[in-house]
């Protein structure tokens, strides 16, 4: 059965295009901090406000996977949420996705074979894999951003790696399909070159920062009992390093840890997870130092951020990480792991520290520099505001998207009209 075609957009403005952002996993509007909610919902939701507010009509393409959730929901002017039946509608891990993707880009098919966008663009992996299979036999014109690589993830955990066997084989192949290939920062430019990809069809867009949300002004989560608190922000899996924290935490004296993300607060005594960090606090005597708060909302968020002296974010590797931008924003300085995409973001010594990545001594004595220093503080927390200003707003972000998009719809227009393909509608 043919589900119900969403509703007509409205009046584009002159030379506005419509844009399909696919994003399988990662809602725009779902909380932060569960397993599979992080970075990528953010930067799917702001990117499609912003492209919006440009004068485009931008769809965004995610699984259902509540029974409670509408087929459509208007998120704002310019901007709708489709929300795919593709496999149970129910939480499934993004690693046990790959089978749906074929029934996830059937419909993208039937729905773009009615309404065909100017211009898709898939994020992450399986949704390149759904998008390669509806835009290739339309002819639509698409864009890919990877937000992680498994080359790198297998890298890093080895035998702990739950992805699909066949991910990196997948990788490769919607990178050599995919139009434009957009990185997010200059580390992947180098991972996708040694995977094949032809430099000549990449182009680096950073993730960016609404600095009118994420301000130094503004309500602050109350200090507690301790002189210092340091925040760590995202994920609950092992990779995002909270681990490292908690040793750091142990040679910093009168300071709290919050580590926000994970679970609904209601559940975190069940989280695996949170009972291991728990248990790792314990060993390392400052138990009582370290808090969860569970999963967040975006406009939780900043209030958090205002609260903390320093932002810590040291993971094993970040394709890009928004956190440390976020804090900048937010005039806090971040000490952060030197990997991936924090090495763009964070200026050393700037804006905050840079530190090898699975050294909690390194962590320790950074954050406990910038913990004795109010005005050092305060210094590298005005310039990481001021390098946001500069670099990372998502309007930027959004008009190099955009520059992207206006490349490959010329081109489509340019090339004489493809081929039907054998069996397709």
């Known amino acids: 059965m043919r589900p119900t075609m969403r509703p007509a957009p409205g009046p584009r403005a002159t030379g506005g295009l419509g844009i399909a952002l696919v994003s399988e996993h990662a809602s725009p509007l779902a909380a932060l901090g569960g397993e599979d909610a992080g970075g990528q919902n953010v930067h799917v939701a702001q990117l499609a406000a912003e492209l919006a507010g440009r004068g485009h009509d931008v769809t965004v393409y995610t699984r259902r996977d509540s029974t409670d959730l509408p087929l459509t929901v208007r998120t704002g002017p310019g901007v709708t949420v489709r929300h795919v039946p ?48 509806a835009a290739g036999s339309l002819g639509i014109p698409f864009a890919h951003t990877f937000h992680a690589l498994g080359t790198v993830k297998r890298r890093h955990q080895g035998a702990a790696d739950t992805s699909p066997a066949d991910r990196i084989t997948w990788e490769r192949y919607v990178g050599l399909s995919a139009d434009r290939t957009v990185a997010t920062c200059r580390d992947e430019v180098a991972e996708l070159t040694a995977m094949g990809l032809p430099a000549s069809r990449i182009s680096v867009v950073p993730c960016g920062v609404d600095p009118e949300r994420f301000t130094p002004v503004g309500p602050a989560e109350p200090r507690g ?15 995002k390093g909270a681990e490292l924290s908690i040793a750091a935490l142990a040679r910093l004296p009168d300071t709290e840890l919050v580590i926000a993300g994970g679970p609904p607060p209601a559940a975190l005594d069940r989280d695996p997870e949170v009972r291991r960090l728990r248990a790792v606090a314990r060993a390392h005597g400052v138990g009582d130092r370290v808090r969860f708060t569970g999963g967040v909302s975006r406009d939780e968020v900043p209030v958090l951020l205002r609260g903390a002296d320093l932002v810590l974010c040291p993971a094993d590797y970040e394709p890009f ?54 005005r050092e503080r305060a210094a590298r927390g005005a310039a990481g505001r001021r ?30 009209s493809p081929a039907p393909v054998s069996g397709t509608a």
């Open 225 to 239: 009992r301790f002189r210092h608190r340091v925040l760590q922000i995202g994920r609950l899996v092992p990779r």
């Open 387 to 416: 390098r946001v200003l500069t670099r990372f707003r998502w309007a930027a972000v959004a008009a190099a998207t955009e520059e992207v998009y206006r490349q490959l719809d010329a081109g489509r227009r340019r090339s004489p």
């Open 86 to 133: 593709a496999g149970p509608p129910e939480q499934v891990p993004k690693d046990g996705l790959l089978p749906f993707m074929a029934q996830f880009g059937a419909f993208l098919e039937r729905e773009w074979s009615q309404a065909p966008p100017d211009v898709a663009h898939s994020h992450f992996w399986m949704s390149g894999v759904a998008t390669l299979q």
């Open 321 to 374: 990480g928004i956190v440390p931008l976020e804090a900048m924003a937010c005039g806090v300085p971040v000490v952060a792991s030197a990997v991936g995409g924090q090495r763009d973001t964070v200026a050393d010594p700037a804006t905050g520290r840079l530190v090898p990545p699975g050294e909690p001594m390194a962590l320790a004595e950074a954050a406990g520099a910038l913990l004795a220093d109010p």
